[in-house]
């Protein structure tokens, strides 16, 4: 089993008992710290160095929920698609048929 799965099956098994012991962390700011950092953690961990572009993505989307709260499901649906469609085309030349 390659590298990367092993990664992700492992972090995927350690969200379980994490989310069990998060039920019983009380106040909305400490939830919301722990699950961001846990969030980039398990995302440092599956994703390498390449987290920071998911990282990137994720403000970014943010930012457009918040400036447009009304109509910001077409705005990032297309934002997204834009934006993994041009790493998805960079690493088809870049990288073809590598893992």
Same mark, same amino acid.
């Given at each position: 089993?390659? /590298?990367?799965?092993?990664?992700?099956?492992?972090?995927?098994?350690?969200? *379980?008992?994490?989310g %069990?012991?998060?039920?019983k962390?009380? @106040?909305?700011? $400490?939830?919301l #710290?722990? @699950? /961001? %950092?846990?969030?980039i %953690?398990?995302? =440092? +961990? +599956?994703? @390498?160095? #390449?987290f920071?572009?998911?990282?990137?993505? /994720?403000?970014? *989307?943010? #930012?457009? *929920?918040?400036?447009?709260?009304?109509?910001? @499901?077409? $705005? +990032?649906?297309?934002? /997204?698609?834009?934006?993994?469609?041009? =790493?998805?085309?960079?690493?088809?030349?870049?990288?073809?048929?590598?893992?």
């Amino acid at each position: 089993m390659p /590298s990367d799965q092993i990664r992700l099956g492992i972090t995927l098994m350690t969200t *379980v008992p994490i989310g %069990l012991i998060f039920t019983k962390v009380d @106040g909305y700011i $400490i939830r919301l #710290a722990i @699950g /961001s %950092l846990l969030g980039i %953690l398990f995302e =440092f +961990v +599956v994703f @390498g160095n #390449a987290f920071k572009y998911h990282l990137i993505q /994720s403000f970014i *989307v943010y #930012a457009l *929920v918040k400036l447009f709260p009304r109509r910001c @499901g077409p $705005i +990032v649906l297309i934002f /997204s698609l834009i934006y993994l469609s041009y =790493f998805h085309l960079y690493r088809q030349f870049t990288d073809y048929g590598g893992w």
